[in-house]
T-cell receptor, first 116, second 113 residues
């Protein structure tokens, strides 16, 4: 079936504005991940869901960042009061993963957020 | 602190020759290592992986080598093809925490005719 999809692909926000980024994982994938990729850097882990449970949010940079996956499928990453340093590509990935064993993560194309 | 390091930001190789991409890590708790390939405006795609209990894994033109004592891994592509031109990321997964990937900063490979 279809891969991981993300919307919007590009988002321009004024500083202080709230934004919501959406991720549609591969159907049937239990685990969902959010990563932040700054320019010239590798992706950095933000948070991880297993079904609807957020099991790890240690990578969220501040309390302005919030992620949810209420029905265990689609996920939304929300950033409140955006700052210029939030400008990055936000990547979503999903996998069939069972905890404590590794399963391949499939990445979406990302949402490029630019905060002016 | 950068736990996974790719010290070469770019590499240029002639078509048909071998490409060698390197990666160093600092955390001895990593037990699974992966290489991802990324084209512009696309998400990373999985290429090849290796468990810490092995020192080599091969898949077609791609081979990953792991040297645990040196905390070093490398990706060999042979023969290199123009379609291999992309950014390659090394990533590691901590032992018992299969939920998290720690990525390096990437190496841009250009394969020229």
């Amino acid at each position: 079936g279809a891969g991981v999809s993300q919307s919007p692909r590009y988002k321009v926000a004024k500083r202080g504005q709230d934004v919501a980024l959406r991720c549609d994982p591969i159907s049937g994938h239990v685990s969902l991940f959010w990563y932040q990729q700054a320019l010239g850097q590798g992706p950095e882990f933000l948070t991880y869901f297993q079904n609807e449970a957020q099991l790890d949010k240690s990578g969220l940079p501040s309390d302005r960042f919030f992620a949810e996956r209420p029905e265990g499928s689609v996920s939304t990453l929300k950033i409140q009061r955006t700052q210029q340093e939030d400008s990055a590509v936000y990547l979503c990935a999903s996998s069939l993963e069972v905890r404590l064993s590794y399963n391949e993560q499939f990445f979406g194309p990302g949402t490029r957020l630019t905060v002016l | 602190d950068q736990q996974v390091k790719q010290n070469s930001p770019s590499l240029s190789v002639q078509e048909g020759r071998i490409s060698i991409l390197n990666c160093d890590y600092t955390n001895s708790m990593f037990d699974y290592f992966l290489w991802y390939k990324k084209y512009p405006a696309e998400g990373p795609t999985f290429l090849i992986s290796i468990s810490s209990i092995k020192d080599k894994n091969e898949d077609g033109r791609f081979t990953v080598f792991l040297n645990k004592s040196a905390k070093h891994l490398s990706l060999h592509i042979v023969p290199s093809q123009p379609g291999d031109s992309a950014v390659y990321f090394c990533a590691a997964s901590p032992k018992g925490l299969a939920d998290k990937l720690i990525f390096g900063t990437g190496t841009r490979l250009q394969v020229f005719p």
